[in-house]
Each structure stands twice: as structure tokens, then as C-alpha cells.
């Protein structure tokens, strides 16, 4: 298309703060002998916002939302007991700053049967979520659907919670679980990798709005 810059037939590589170009500018450099698409994490997520979420917004917008009404916060443990006040203890704060610095009230329920939250909180968190750029909704989809908390994203995106604690309560029960019965080698490396992804996740968010 005349008067449009070209990246391998795609869009150019355009990107909204100086921070962001900074990051993927130092991956570049720190190629050597061949490019390795696996140590340029910047620039995966840009070209994915650019490529992908940039043509497609509303629906990948809508999708994350759409975990607001099954969000893992809200569904708890019937027993045992310390799971339960464990759960109770650590998810309910942030489903109050919910409340207070989102305006949506989501509830809680015991077990895993889909109970459909209010429609009005829903249609609060949608708003908010549609509301994110291009750069800032590719971030945010690895922020909830690697917690498979859309409550989870926001506080971690917003620095709520600091991204470490928002991967550890995302992991509450798998957590409890190992404390009963030990870790698995093999499952804990994959679990890193996710963990990997969820930290450059944050960053990324940060650098799609960071002012220059």
C-alpha cells in the first residue's frame, strides 16, 4: 500500500513510547550471529499488538472480559477448612479493591458450577477492558489468561499488586496442593515458563503507557 512502510509484508513497527522502542531497540543490538525470536520478547509482543490485537481489538477485548464472569477469585473451596479461610483471606482483598477502584462487585461462590455474576459489573469491567490500547490489551491478555483472573489482570496491570503476588494468588491452589504433597519436577518447569511470561507480560503493559 503506497505510502505505508512495509516489515515483511506486515505493518511498520510502530510503537507508542520511547520506553518500549528503548527495549526492543536493546534486543536488536544484543543479536549476534542470527536473529533468536526467543530472547526478543519486546518485540514478539509488539509485532503481536500490531499484527493481531490492532485488527481484532473488540474481540480479543471481549474475550478477556468474559472472564469476569467466571473469574477465579470468585470460585471457592468447600473444604478442607485452611483452604477455604486460606482462599477467603487472600482473594476477598482484592476482590474489595475491585469494588472500590473498578466499580465492579463480584461475588464469591462455593464449588465450580457457573453462577453468572451481575450484569452491570460486567458490563463496568467490559468498558474498562475495551478501554486499553492496542499495546496494552496484548499484555493484558497474557495477565488474565494466564491467571484466569480478569480481576487478577487489573491489579497486577494497575500496580496493585506487585506481579509476583499477583502470580502467587493466581496459583493459590496448586500452591496448597504442593504443600501436601511436594512438587513435580517436570510440572514446575513449565510453571516457570509461564511465570517468565506473565513478569514480561507486566512489563510490557508498563512500557505501552509509560510516559517518555
Not at 17 to 34: L, S
Not at 60 to 67: E, G, K
Not at 129 to 136: G, V
Request: charged share 25%; proline share 3%.
Amino acid at each position: 500500500m503506497a505510502g505505508r512502510s512495509k516489515r515483511l509484508q506486515k505493518a511498520a513497527l510502530q510503537v507508542p513510547t520511547e520506553a518500549m522502542a528503548h527495549a526492543i531497540a536493546a534486543e536488536w543490538d544484543a543479536q549476534v550471529d542470527k536473529v533468536d525470536p526467543n530472547t526478543m520478547p519486546f518485540t514478539r509482543s509488539a509485532n503481536a499488538a500490531i499484527d493481531k490485537v490492532r485488527i481484532q481489538h473488540a474481540e480479543v477485548a471481549d474475550m478477556l472480559a468474559a472472564y469476569g464472569d467466571s473469574d477465579l477469585l470468585c470460585y471457592r473451596a468447600a473444604s478442607p477448612t485452611e483452604l477455604v479461610e486460606r482462599q477467603a483471606a487472600l482473594w476477598d482483598p482484592v476482590l474489595d479493591w475491585a469494588r472500590a477502584a473498578l466499580g465492579a462487585e463480584l461475588e464469591a461462590r462455593v464449588g465450580v458450577i457457573h453462577v453468572p455474576q451481575d450484569g452491570a459489573a460486567l458490563k463496568v469491567l467490559s468498558q474498562q477492558t475495551h478501554a486499553l490500547n492496542d499495546f496494552e490489551l496484548a499484555a493484558f491478555h497474557d495477565l488474565v489468561s494466564m491467571s484466569g483472573s480478569l480481576i487478577l489482570g487489573f491489579a497486577a496491570a494497575r500496580g496493585h499488586l506487585d506481579v509476583q503476588t499477583a502470580w502467587d494468588l493466581s496459583r493459590l491452589d496448586e500452591l496448597w496442593q504442593e504443600e501436601q504433597w511436594g512438587q513435580d519436577e517436570e510440572a514446575q518447569e513449565l510453571i516457570e515458563v509461564k511465570k517468565v511470561a506473565f513478569e514480561h507480560a507486566k512489563r510490557f503493559f508498563d512500557a505501552s503507557n509509560k510516559a517518555d
